[in-house]
């Protein structure tokens, strides 16, 4: 497995496995208004958007870093970066492919001269919490927040080493 930039041309396909991911794991609702910006994120080019790629050219797995100022509410300042939108296809799900991406981002966020990672996600994502968690990510609940008056999101930071 191969993890690289997202093409454009791969933007639609991408929206595809974060939706696909999401309702498999319970996690958007068939009216839900988060789908739109799901199949979207990424394709305005204010993140930078990996993909898992398989050596057969199949793509099984995406992640997003948002850099300040483009990243939502929960960056405070130009040393911090938001990972969004981490989904890996069912078919995929426990091979290493949220591993992997999670991995991949926090390199490109030090490269970036990031010092302090964050994301958010919701509550009952257990699976990736747990990715999160294996990655030296501790938990932010000063920076949890409600996008919605039925969803609080909780957040996650991880401090990065000052590259050289």
């Given at each position: 497995?191969q993890?690289r930039?997202?093409l ?5 396909e991408?929206?595809?496995?974060r939706?696909e991911a ?26 930078q958007v990996?993909?898992a790629e398989e050596?057969?050219?199949r ?5 997003m870093l948002q850099l300040?100022p483009?990243a939502?509410?929960?960056v405070?300042?130009?040393d911090?970066?938001?990972?969004r939108a981490l989904a890996?296809?069912p ?6 492919v949220?591993k992997a991406?999670?991995?991949?981002v ?7 001269g990031v010092r302090?990672?964050?994301l958010?996600?919701?509550?009952d994502?257990?699976?990736a919490?747990?990715v999160?968690e294996?990655?030296g990510f ?6 949890d927040?409600?996008?919605?008056a ?10 990065l080493?000052?590259?050289?």
């Amino acid at each position: 497995m191969q993890i690289r930039d997202a093409l454009p041309a791969e933007l639609a396909e991408i929206g595809e496995i974060r939706v696909e991911a999401y309702r498999a794991g319970g996690f958007l609702a068939l009216e839900s208004h988060y789908e739109p910006t799901l199949r979207v994120l990424g394709a305005d080019g204010t993140g930078q958007v990996l993909v898992a790629e398989e050596p057969d050219g199949r793509l099984v797995g995406t992640v997003m870093l948002q850099l300040w100022p483009q990243a939502d509410e929960i960056v405070r300042g130009p040393d911090e970066a938001e990972i969004r939108a981490l989904a890996v296809r069912p078919d995929a799900a426990g091979s290493g492919v949220g591993k992997a991406l999670v991995a991949a981002v926090i390199d490109r966020a030090a490269r970036s001269g990031v010092r302090h990672l964050v994301l958010c996600s919701q509550p009952d994502m257990a699976a990736a919490h747990r990715v999160y968690e294996d990655a030296g990510f501790t938990r932010l609940p000063e920076r949890d927040w409600s996008p919605t008056a039925e969803l609080t999101l909780i957040a996650y930071g991880l401090p990065l080493a000052k590259s050289s």
